[in-house]
């Protein structure tokens, strides 16, 4: 059952204030006063019905765990928030803004669920989730090659609702096409593109955000300022955008994909050395990523490391061939090997759905549930084969799940440091995703210290002072506040600087301006409080 807040409906609001009855026994009366008074305000506040999920009510547990990607964060001891609204319309964003600010109600605010450690449907204090699954929109202009996109559809919306239109158009987004709009644009988002055009928040021309105020801003009224933080900034820390302005991209009629593995003994090392040389100086056109594993190569568990080079071409496979015969020949790739498709059907292979599916799987289509742990890192120096082998010796003795290498130069290399908040630009050779997964019967602290053992092992050959991480892969083992969203500035410099750089404390700059009362925040959000001294 859901339950809707409507203005003028007085038995309703009584329905629905009963429903806190039940709670109140494990909140407190107090807490069911002021929660009550929130419920009055969405009423007075809102013209139109606003659904609303308590925990009494029947779909709670689906709503709660429906964009849930990491089952790491769905156990009974895990917190819950107390109330889950999913907002029909821009004014309802509004009326949950205005409301939770009046009555001190700590929001969250999720579009997608694929933050690695929970950030959007999780607190260490009571709280409410906004979740935006409801707010989906997706406006193509071909011929102005621009896109209005609301926070809560997914890529493969975004990418679906492209290709329906125009086979000469895409978007340099996320390849996993479940991953909400709304945090992968506020944190960057990189896609198998982006050595051409660079991030997804590279390509946003404007937006709607609702601020502390619950005012609806776009890129004239909210100010240079605040459009700059929230390309790249983070998801959480500044408002809501509701609505994305994204300049669509040219896609050629024919690209090129090619996946080709080799083990140590089909001399892996020396590949992974020459790609590390040769990956981010390719084409712009040419996106070569290179995954490594470990794999039993016996029936009696033997085990290596298996180095697989996955890449995309925006042409045709002539000439893919003749460059890979060029910059690359170690690979040994046959004519084939090099398989030509869409670009939209490139978007379903490199996400795991055949490519003769029809494209309208990329629509509401469900979320892939796991249970893992995700760092990155970012190198900046080739490094030797002797300590790719200690590397390896690593990734063996733990049975370490995999790190992902992706290429950067390109497109990558011609934006400053400071265009936007997200700051990994020139001068790094490759992004490192690291990743352990795990099953429901394994213990999941085995895995966390085999990640983290790993990410240590790997500190003198990534980037240093500092060292680099993603803001979208958010890891919490760089640092978080014990008590949601109110770390000083010399605790948020943390892993401020990690993830920013040198762009930390303009984000600082920007959130004093626009939420000096830190409303918007989490575990690893901009601080409202400049450093001192």
Known sequence: MISTISSGSPLLLVLVLLSWFALAISLGASSLTHHGDFLKCLLDHSSNSIPVYTPQSSNYSFILESTMGNLRFNTS??????????????????????CSTKHGIQIKVRSGGHDFEGLSYLSDVPFIILDLFNLREIDVDVNGKVAWVQSGATTGEVYYEIAEKSNSLGFPAATCTTVGIGGQFSGGGYGFMLRKYGLAADNIIDARIVDVHGRILNKKSMGKGLFWAIRGGGGGSFGIVISWKIKLVSVPPVVTVFSVSKTLAE?????????????????HDLFLQLGLSVVDVTPEGQKTILATFDSMYLGDAKKLQTIMQERFPELGLESKNYIEMSWIQSVLLFDGIPTNSSIDILVNRPQAKSRGKGKSDYVKQVISQIKLERIWERMLKDEQNGMVFLPYGGKMSEIAESETPFPHRNGTLFMIFHFVFWD?????????????????????????????????YRDLDLGQTSINGTASYSQAKVWGSKYFKGNFDKLVYVKRRVDPDNFFRNEQSIPSIAYQG
Request: hydrophobic share 35%; charged share 20%.
């Open 77 to 98: 001891s895990t917190p819950k928030p107390f109330l889950i609204l999913t907002p029909l319309k821009e004014s309802h964003v509004q009326t949950a803004v205005i």
């Open 267 to 283: 001399g892996a090392t020396s590949l992974v050395h020459k790609w590390q040389q040769v990956a981010h100086k390719l084409p």
């Open 440 to 472: 429901e019967k394994q213990i999941p602290e085995k895995y966390i210290n085999q990640i983290g053992r790993m990410y240590e092992f790997m500190t003198p050959y990534v980037s240093k002072s500092p060292r680099g991480a993603y803001a979208n």
